[in-house]
């Protein structure tokens, strides 16, 4: 089983669509999670932290579920330049050390 | 404020040939992370460096792949000699201090394609 599981999609949704990604974990004593964002032949950036609380920044909510292991994406009023592929990302092991999920890719559409 | 970079973007060698990635982090960033990421995969951590010291290589494979970090700032990443199976993108990240909850900046990558 891998660390970090996610759909990979592809999720294709009309402009203004809502649309939730989800992400599990397996190391419960992981201690941060992220979301980044992966554009084609891009880097990774980071979109946001996710905290236990939940936490949202504009069209964009993450919510983190630690007794089932489970992390949460959900974008509001999707807009084109959304399409990217989104990757799920925990800090599970000693320091710094981020393992990232497989991606989701989402593709807006006019 | 420059980002992390990286040289070259692009490398094709033939298999069995040597080939090295340099990465030069943000300025006053202390820890560097080597990854390798291939086509529909997230990346994963080759190894990571807490200035000149190289504090997880669990998962870079010694017998053919070397890096350092000579003053605790750039870094190089060697394959010698390269297979079929190296072809993908190396990224180099860092971050200001290592710690659990601090960002990763990555550079564009290096692309790699062995024949």
């Known amino acids: 089983r891998k660390e970090v599981e996610q759909d990979p999609g592809p999720f294709n949704v009309p402009e203004g669509a809502t649309v939730a990604f989800n992400c599990t974990y397996s190391n419960s004593a992981s201690q941060s999670f992220f979301w980044y964002r992966q554009d084609c032949r891009k880097e990774p950036k980071l979109l946001m932290s996710v905290y236990s609380s939940g936490n949202e920044d504009g069209r964009f909510t993450a919510q983190l579920n630690r007794a089932s292991q489970y992390i949460s994406l959900l974008i509001r009023d999707s807009k084109l330049s959304d399409s990217a592929t989104y990757l799920c990302?925990?800090?599970?092991?000693?320091?710094?050390?981020?393992?990232f999920g497989g991606g989701t890719r989402l593709m807006v559409k006019p | 404020e420059a980002g992390v970079v990286q040289s070259p973007r692009y490398k094709i060698i033939e298999k069995k040939q040597p080939v090295a990635f340099w990465c030069n982090p943000i300025?006053?960033?202390?820890?560097l992370y080597w990854y390798l990421q291939n086509l529909g995969q997230g990346p994963e951590l080759l190894i990571r460096?807490?200035?000149?010291?190289?504090?997880?290589d669990s998962q870079l494979p010694k017998d053919r792949f070397s890096a350092e970090r000579l003053k605790g700032v750039d870094s190089t990443l060697k394959i010698q000699p390269a297979e079929l199976g190296d072809s993908a993108v190396y990224l180099c990240?860092?971050?200001?201090?290592?710690?659990?909850?601090?960002?990763?900046?990555f550079g564009p990558g290096t692309r790699l394609t062995v024949l």
């Open positions: 990302v925990v800090n599970g092991r000693a320091g710094n050390m981020l393992t």
């Open positions: 460096y807490e200035n000149e010291e190289a504090v997880d």
């Open positions: 300025s006053g960033h202390n820890t």
């Open positions: 990240a860092s971050s200001f201090s290592g710690g659990p909850a601090d960002t990763q900046y």
